[in-house]
């Protein structure tokens, strides 16, 4: 592998960055603070012809590729050690067509841009719960957020994508010109090309929505989770939720007796009729005696944004990973209440993401998503402040996960997927009957695995 500092730019239009540039340290830094890798090469790209430009330079340098949207992904994929990174962060541009319900964003862009275009049009696409995660990793991947009940999952909403592949070549993918390159797109991980436009569906949406936050106390934590479980087996597909057990925030809204002390939240958004929500809700705000109640009707743009004070970007340590539930019977809650007693930072949760809804409905083989038949996935968030704690949080989060798996399906949610570490074996229990599909468009569209990453089906 050459590692030659390019001495000139090869983007037409672009920047390129490298380890003699001062702004190199910026541009390699991602939203985890944990990660510190040392790309070869950092192409910054402002439109497809830099992107092919960018990708050329790489075959002819042979340096494996990284592509980075939103620079979110918790393992650093997005700057891998030694990689040319085609770099979209200046490609943020978002398009609505209001009349046909349709969505345009370009590679780089990140949620909140997409969010505050089309809801100018009362208009959402099912995007995640966190504003700055970037479309393009978060929509390859899934994408599960407060929408995802009501009209599924980023990826079964993606109707049309423009690509570079490996190739250089420039490929639309859509229902109608290369159907299965679409399929590859709903959910299979990337690796097919690099993404410069996507194009959604989207609904009709507020501009408010209700939003059920309830604390409650650790005493009551078992009691909570059965009340949640219950109300699940009936809740309204309007409605997405979580029940996170964790430990609470040093926020005026809670009480300081219980700040940094266990407690499980719920917290749901529903995007239907205000009337019916109330009722639709009442189970969650009616149980117990909470600690704290900040439900509220609000705008959808503002619960977009619900969670970004709570992940500041570059400082915080951050390793997160998931497994689907089966259930959440008696003994999975006790197993769940003991972990967060054994959890060594108070920044870190426990994500019980409710699941079915329209997400459910989709088939297996509908989309490389592949099953969705579970009922909860939960998500494991180690996030935690000094990097001597690295080895304390990181084992808590795989302890979780190893405790857990008796309760899973096996499968875990790529877009949480700690450092990949366990390899071939999780991803083809994730997309089970899909995997060899995949592995057939991996092959067709990146034969000499150009974007070589442990997120993706090899080639
Ligand atoms: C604070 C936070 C909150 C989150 N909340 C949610 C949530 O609510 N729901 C949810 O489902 N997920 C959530 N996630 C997970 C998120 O979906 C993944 O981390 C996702 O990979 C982020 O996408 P990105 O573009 O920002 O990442 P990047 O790190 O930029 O990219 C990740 C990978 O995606 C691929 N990729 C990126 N851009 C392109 C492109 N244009 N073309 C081709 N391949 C590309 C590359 O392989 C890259 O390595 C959250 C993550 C964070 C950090």
Same mark, same amino acid.
Request: net charge negative; aromatic share 10%; with cysteine.
């Given at each position: 592998?050459?590692?030659?500092?390019?001495?000139?730019?090869?983007?037409?239009?672009?920047?390129?960055?490298?380890?003699?540039?001062?702004?190199?340290?910026?541009?390699?830094?991602?939203?985890?603070?944990?990660?510190?890798?040392?790309?070869? &090469?950092?192409?910054?790209?402002?439109?497809? @012809?830099?992107?092919?430009?960018?990708?050329?330079?790489?075959?002819?340098? +042979?340096?494996?590729?990284?592509?980075?949207?939103?620079? !979110?992904?918790?393992?650093?994929?997005?700057?891998?050690?030694? +990689?040319?990174?085609?770099?979209?962060?200046?490609?943020?541009?978002?398009?609505?067509?209001a009349?046909?319900?349709?969505?345009?964003? $370009?590679?780089? $862009?990140?949620?909140?841009?997409?969010?505050?275009?089309?809801?100018?049009?009362?208009?959402?696409?099912?995007?995640?719960v966190?504003?700055?995660?970037?479309?393009?990793?978060?929509?390859?991947?899934?994408?599960?957020?407060?929408?995802?009940r009501?009209?599924?999952?980023s990826?079964?909403?993606? &109707?049309?994508?423009?690509?570079?592949t490996a190739?250089?070549?420039?490929?639309?993918? +859509?229902?109608?010109?290369?159907?299965?390159?679409?399929?590859?797109?709903?959910?299979?991980?990337?690796?097919?090309?690099?993404?410069?436009?996507?194009?959604?569906?989207?609904?009709?949406?507020?501009?408010?929505?209700?939003?059920a936050?309830?604390?409650?106390?650790?005493?009551?934590?078992?009691?909570?989770?059965r009340?949640?479980?219950?109300?699940?087996?009936?809740a309204?597909?309007?409605?997405?939720?979580?029940?996170?057990?964790?430990?609470?925030?040093?926020?005026?809204?809670?009480?300081?007796?219980?700040?940094?002390?266990?407690? &499980?939240?719920?917290?749901?958004?529903?995007?239907?009729?205000?009337?019916? $929500?109330?009722?639709?809700?009442?189970?969650?705000?009616?149980?117990?005696?909470?600690?704290?109640?900040? +439900?509220?009707?609000?705008?959808?743009?503002? &619960?977009?944004?619900?969670?970004?004070?709570?992940?500041?970007?570059?400082?915080?340590?951050?390793?997160?990973?998931?497994?689907?539930?089966?259930?959440?019977?008696?003994?999975?809650?006790?197993?769940l209440?003991?972990?967060? @007693?054994?959890?060594?930072? !108070? !920044?870190?949760?426990?994500?019980?993401?409710?699941?079915?809804?329209?997400?459910?409905?989709?088939?297996?083989?509908?989309?490389?998503?592949g099953?969705?038949?579970?009922?909860?996935?939960?998500?494991?968030?180690?996030?935690?402040?000094?990097?001597?704690?690295? @080895?304390?949080?990181?084992?808590?989060?795989?302890?979780?996960?190893?405790?857990?798996?008796?309760?899973?399906?096996?499968?875990?949610?790529?877009?949480?997927?700690?450092?990949?570490?366990?390899?071939e074996?999780?991803?083809?229990?994730?997309?089970?009957?899909?995997?060899?599909?995949?592995?057939?468009?991996?092959?067709?569209?990146?034969?000499?695995?150009?974007?070589?990453?442990? $997120?993706?089906?090899?080639?």
């Amino acid at each position: 592998m050459s590692t030659t500092v390019p001495t000139a730019s090869f983007l037409p239009n672009g920047r390129v960055i490298t380890s003699e540039d001062t702004g190199y340290d910026s541009a390699r830094a991602v939203w985890n603070g944990m990660i510190d890798q040392r790309p070869a &090469v950092i192409a910054r790209c402002t439109d497809a @012809e830099d992107v092919a430009a960018a990708l050329a330079y790489a075959r002819t340098q +042979s340096l494996p590729v990284s592509v980075r949207g939103g620079g !979110h992904n918790v393992s650093g994929t997005a700057v891998r050690e030694g +990689s040319l990174v085609v770099d979209l962060s200046p490609m943020r541009s978002v398009e609505v067509d209001a009349g046909r319900r349709r969505v345009r964003a $370009a590679g780089g $862009a990140i949620l909140g841009d997409v969010d505050r275009a089309s809801q100018a049009h009362g208009l959402a696409t099912p995007f995640g719960v966190y504003s700055q995660t970037g479309v393009a990793g978060l929509t390859l991947g899934g994408g599960l957020g407060w929408l995802r009940r009501a009209y599924g999952a980023s990826c079964d909403n993606l &109707v049309a994508a423009d690509l570079v592949t490996a190739s250089g070549e420039r490929v639309r993918a +859509s229902e109608t010109e290369n159907p299965e390159l679409l399929w590859g797109l709903r959910g299979g991980g990337g690796g097919l090309g690099v993404v410069t436009s996507f194009e959604f569906r989207a609904y009709p949406v507020g501009p408010d929505v209700t939003l059920a936050l309830v604390f409650h106390p650790w005493k009551d934590a078992a009691d909570a989770l059965r009340n949640y479980r219950e109300w699940n087996e009936s809740a309204s597909d309007d409605v997405s939720s979580f029940a996170v057990v964790w430990h609470a925030p040093a926020i005026d809204d809670i009480p300081v007796e219980y700040h940094h002390q266990p407690v &499980v939240t719920y917290a749901a958004v529903h995007s239907g009729d205000p009337a019916e $929500a109330r009722a639709d809700l009442a189970p969650l705000r009616d149980f117990g005696t909470p600690i704290a109640d900040l +439900s509220d009707v609000t705008s959808y743009v503002e &619960v977009q944004k619900l969670f970004d004070e709570d992940y500041p970007a570059h400082v915080m340590r951050y390793y997160w990973t998931s497994v689907y539930l089966t259930g959440l019977d008696d003994e999975a809650i006790d197993t769940l209440r003991e972990l967060n @007693e054994a959890c060594p930072s !108070h !920044h870190s949760t426990l994500d019980i993401w409710q699941l079915g809804g329209a997400f459910a409905r989709v088939g297996a083989d509908e989309t490389a998503f592949g099953d969705r038949s579970a009922p909860y996935l939960l998500g494991v968030e180690a996030n935690w402040e000094d990097a001597a704690d690295d @080895e304390a949080n990181i084992a808590w989060a795989r302890k979780v996960r190893q405790a857990m798996e008796r309760f899973s399906t096996g499968a875990e949610y790529l877009n949480f997927p700690g450092f990949y570490e366990s390899g071939e074996r999780t991803l083809r229990t994730t997309f089970g009957g899909n995997y060899d599909r995949l592995a057939a468009l991996r092959k067709a569209y990146d034969p000499t695995g150009l974007f070589d990453s442990a $997120a993706h089906i090899p080639a």
